[in-house]
């Protein structure tokens, strides 16, 4: 796993992350976060489009109201989460459970 400046910049920025924690959760994210097909609605359709905006990025994971951005194995960005889609978001998890 490896993290980008720029993500480090994010996670301490966004999440309020210490720095032994960024791995952790960027971990977490990969291993429990919602990924792009288990999404429905619109939704999916917010993640279509940040998929499209973010070419370098190819994993678009879900985890704790924040919307994390891989490359393969490697964390591009954090993006938090519009409330409007928090709804949707909590269906899935708890349809996951």
Known sequence: MYITNHA???LKERCGLPK???ERNARNA???G??????????????DYLFLSHRNG???????NHVY???YERLVTVLTLPNTYKDALN??????R
Do not use: P, Q
């Open 8 to 10: 480090k910049t994010r």
């Open 20 to 22: 032994k924690a960024l």
């Open 30 to 32: 990969i291993d429990r």
């Open 34 to 47: 919602v990924c792009h097909s288990e999404c429905v609605g619109n939704l999916k359709k917010y993640l």
């Open 58 to 64: 190819n994993n678009i994971r879900i985890y704790n």
């Open 69 to 71: 951005i891989f490359f």
């Open 91 to 96: 269906k899935i998890n708890k349809r996951k």
